[in-house]
C-alpha cells in the first residue's frame, strides 16, 4: 500500500468511526456495534471504500486486542483472582467444557469428523472479550454481580487459548501444505513434530513469565529514572510488540503473550504508567479492528449459503446462551444477572478468527469449513449488541421483576422522631450520630441482604420500601418529626422525598442528593434540606490544601463554610431557573463571580492578628496544621 493510499484508507476508516459510533450510541446500540456497522457500510458490500486491503488493515487493527488483552491481564493481581477463583475455574471451566462439547456434538452429528468438530467446538466456545467488556462498561455493569462473573468466564476462556493452541496441532489429520509466500513467523515450529510444538508452547510461555519477573522490572526501574515520559511510552510499546513478534515467531497468538506478560507485571510499581501509556493506543486500534471485522465479514458467502450461515449463528447463540443459563442457575444467580450473564456471552470471540487461522494453517480445519465459521462468528458478535438490547428491554422487564417473590415487609411496632430511608454507608453515618446522642430512629431499608447483615453487626434495621405509603404509616411516619432520605438509588430517593411530602406533611425532609441535578429535582419533590454526596468531603479537601498553603486554620474554614452558604443559596436559586438554558448560564456565572468576590473581600477584610485568637491549638490539628 503507498503512502497516499495508506492515508486515504485510514480517513475513510476514522471518518466511518466518527460517523458511526455518535449515530449507534445515540439510539442506545453501544460503540461495538457502530464501529461493526461502520465496517459494513465501507465494506466491499457496503460503499466499497475499502476492498482487499481490509485483510491487512485486520492484521494491523488485530493489535488492539493484543493491547486489550494486555491492559486486562495488568488488572489481575492475585487478590482479584483468588476473590475469583469460584467463577474462573467453576463457571469458566464448565462453560468451555459445555459449550465445547456441546457444539462438537452437534458438529459429529452433521457428519463433520471428530476431529474437526472438536475443534470447531472449543474454538466457538469463546466470546469476545472486546464486545463484553466494551459493552458492561458503557451500561454500568462491570461490576454487578452478573458482570463480575461475565469477567471470571471471558478471563477463563482468555487462559484457556493457552491449552487450545497446544491441543490443535495434535488434532491435526495431516500436517498442512504451507505456500512459499506464508510468513515467517511460523517456520520456527512448522517443521516440528506435533509434542515438540507443544514443548514449544509451554516453553515460550515459561520464557514471557520468567523475563517478565526478572528483566523487564529492573529494565523499566532504570528508564524511570531519566524522567522523560516519552522514553516510558516507547518502552511500554516496545514491551507489548515485542512479546507479539516473539509469540508469532513460534507460532503462538501475540494477544495471549501480552496477555501473560500483562500477568506478570500485575504488582508492578509502573503498572499505571503503563495502562496510562498503553490506553490511548489500545482504544484507537480497538475500534479499528471492530471496523476491520465489519468489513471483512463475506456476505458473498453468506448470500450464497443463507441457511447454513443462518443456521450456523443462531445454533451457536442459542447452544451457548443455553449452557451459559445452565451454569448460572446451578452457581444459584438471579435470573435478571443470569439473563445478562447468557446473552451477554453468547457470541464468538476475537480469538476465534486467530484459532480458525491457525487450525487451516496446521490442517486441522478445511479452509471452506473455516471460511463459513468466520463469517458466522463476525455475524454473532455483530449480533450482539441487538441481543443485549432484547434481554435489557424485552426479557428483563417482563422475566426478571419475578425472579423471585418479593419478600414481606416487616412490621414495624415502634414510634420514634426520627425516621430514616435508606441504610447505607451515607444513612448509617447519621444514624449512629443520632443514636450516639442519645436519638432514637426507625430505620427501613429496601435491599433484604443488607438488612440481614447489618442486624447480626447488632442494628436494629427493618426491612421494606419506604416509597410505599401504608409502611411509611406502619413505620411512624405521622408522628415523625424529621424524615433522612439516604436511598442509594437516585429515582427511589426522589420517589420516597413526594411520598412523604404528599401524605405526611407535618415532618421536615433532609434528603441526600448525589450531586446538582438531583438535588434540584428534589427541591422541586418539597425536600426541605438537600445534602450532595460531594460537596462536604470537597469543602473538607480545599480547606486542607488552604492550610498546607499556609492560611491558618480558622480563615480556612470560615472561608468553607461561606462558601457552603452562597452554594447552597445557589443551588436553591438555580433550581427554578434550570429549564431557562440562556437564563440559567447567565445566573450560573454572576453567582460564580459574587461568591469569588464575596470570598475574597471576606479575606482581605479580616485581620490576621485578630484571626490567629480564633485558632486555637486543637483547631490546627483538627484542620492539619503543626
Known amino acids: ?101 456441546a457444539l462438537g456434538a452437534a458438529g459429529i452429528a ?30 454500568g455493569l462491570l461490576r454487578s454481580d452478573g458482570g463480575q462473573r461475565s469477567f471470571a468466564v471471558l478471563l477463563f476462556q482468555d487462559l484457556a487459548v493457552i491449552p487450545m493452541l497446544a491441543l490443535l496441532p495434535l488434532l491435526a489429520a495431516g500436517r498442512a501444505a504451507h505456500g512459499a509466500g506464508e510468513a515467517h513467523a511460523t517456520r520456527w515450529v512448522e517443521d516440528l513434530a506435533p509434542w515438540a510444538q507443544t514443548g514449544v508452547v509451554l516453553g515460550a510461555v515459561a520464557a514471557i513469565v520468567l523475563a517478565g519477573q526478572f528483566v523487564v522490572r529492573p529494565a523499566f526501574r532504570a528508564i524511570a529514572r531519566t524522567g522523560l515520559r516519552e522514553l516510558f511510552t516507547a518502552a511500554a510499546l516496545l514491551l507489548v510488540i515485542g512479546i507479539a513478534l516473539l509469540m ?47 468489513a471483512s465479514i463475506d456476505f458473498a458467502l453468506v448470500a450464497a449459503r443463507p441457511g447454513e450461515v443462518a443456521g450456523v449463528v443462531l445454533g451457536l447463540v442459542a447452544v451457548k446462551g443455553a449452557v451459559l443459563f445452565a451454569i448460572g442457575r446451578l452457581f444459584r444467580m438471579s435470573l435478571d444477572h443470569n439473563l445478562m450473564f447468557a446473552f451477554a456471552l453468547a457470541q464468538g470471540g476475537e480469538f476465534c478468527f486467530v484459532l480458525l487461522s491457525f487450525a487451516v494453517q496446521g490442517g486441522v480445519l478445511p479452509a471452506g469449513l473455516a471460511g463459513l465459521l468466520v463469517a458466522s462468528v463476525a455475524l454473532s458478535m455483530a449480533l450482539t449488541p441487538f441481543l443485549m438490547l432484547f434481554e435489557e428491554r424485552v426479557l428483563r422487564p417482563r422475566l426478571g421483576t419475578r425472579a423471585a417473590p418479593a419478600r414481606e415487609a ?65 413505620a411512624g411516619a405521622a408522628e415523625a418529626r424529621l424524615v433522612v432520605v439516604a436511598a442509594g438509588d437516585s429515582a427511589r430517593t426522589l420517589d420516597i422525598v413526594r411520598t412523604v411530602r404528599r401524605h405526611f406533611p407535618q415532618a421536615r425532609v433532609l434528603a441526600r442528593a448525589h450531586g446538582r441535578s438531583e438535588a434540584y429535582e428534589l427541591l422541586d419533590a418539597g425536600a426541605h434540606e438537600v445534602y450532595r454526596d460531594t460537596l462536604d468531603t470537597a469543602l473538607r479537601l480545599g480547606c486542607d490544601a488552604l492550610r498546607h498553603l499556609g492560611r491558618r486554620a480558622f480563615p480556612a474554614h470560615r472561608s468553607a463554610q461561606a462558601f457552603r452558604r452562597r452554594d447552597e443559596e445557589s443551588v436553591r436559586a438555580l433550581a427554578a431557573l434550570r429549564h431557562d438554558r440562556a437564563a440559567y448560564l447567565g445566573e450560573a456565572r454572576r453567582r460564580i463571580r459574587d461568591l469569588e468576590d464575596a470570598l475574597r473581600a471576606d479575606l482581605e477584610s479580616h485581620d490576621d492578628a485578630r484571626d490567629a485568637g480564633w485558632d486555637p491549638e486543637s483547631l490546627r490539628r483538627e484542620h492539619g496544621g503543626g
Open 410 to 474: 416487616d412490621a414495624v411496632h415502634e414510634r420514634n422522631p426520627v425516621l430514616i430511608a435508606g441504610f447505607g454507608g451515607f444513612g448509617s453515618v447519621v444514624g449512629r450520630l443520632l443514636a450516639a446522642n442519645g436519638v432514637r430512629a426507625t430505620v427501613l431499608e429496601a435491599d433484604a441482604d443488607h438488612v440481614e447483615v447489618l442486624r447480626r453487626l447488632g442494628l436494629r434495621v427493618f426491612y421494606g420500601d419506604a416509597s410505599r405509603h401504608d409502611l411509611l404509616h406502619a
Open 110 to 139: 452433521l457428519g463433520l469428523p471428530w476431529t474437526q468438530a472438536l475443534a470447531a467446538g472449543l474454538i466457538l466456545s469463546l466470546s469476545s472479550t472486546a464486545i463484553v467488556l466494551q459493552s458492561l462498561g458503557e451500561k
Open 248 to 294: 508469532s515467531l513460534v507460532g503462538l497468538s501475540p494477544a495471549l503473550g501480552t496477555f501473560l506478560a500483562g500477568v506478570v507485571l500485575a504488582n508492578s510499581e509502573y503498572r499505571h504508567e503503563l495502562e496510562s501509556d498503553i490506553e490511548p493506543f489500545k482504544g484507537l486500534l480497538l475500534g479499528v479492528f471492530f471496523i476491520a471485522v465489519g
Open 1 to 101: 500500500m503507498h503512502g497516499q493510499d495508506f492515508f486515504l484508507q485510514a480517513f475513510v476508516y476514522l471518518a466511518a468511526a466518527v460517523v458511526a459510533v455518535p449515530v449507534a450510541r445515540r439510539f442506545g446500540l453501544g460503540s461495538v456495534l457502530g464501529y461493526l456497522l461502520a465496517g459494513v457500510a465501507i465494506g466491499p458490500y457496503g460503499l466499497r471504500l475499502v476492498g482487499a486491503e481490509g485483510q491487512d488493515v485486520m492484521h494491523f487493527a488485530e493489535f488492539g486486542v493484543v493491547m486489550m488483552l494486555f491492559l486486562v491481564g495488568l488488572e489481575l493481581e492475585p487478590s482479584l483472582l483468588w476473590r475469583l477463583r469460584g467463577p474462573l475455574f467453576g463457571m469458566g471451566g464448565l462453560q468451555v467444557a459445555g459449550t465445547g462439547a
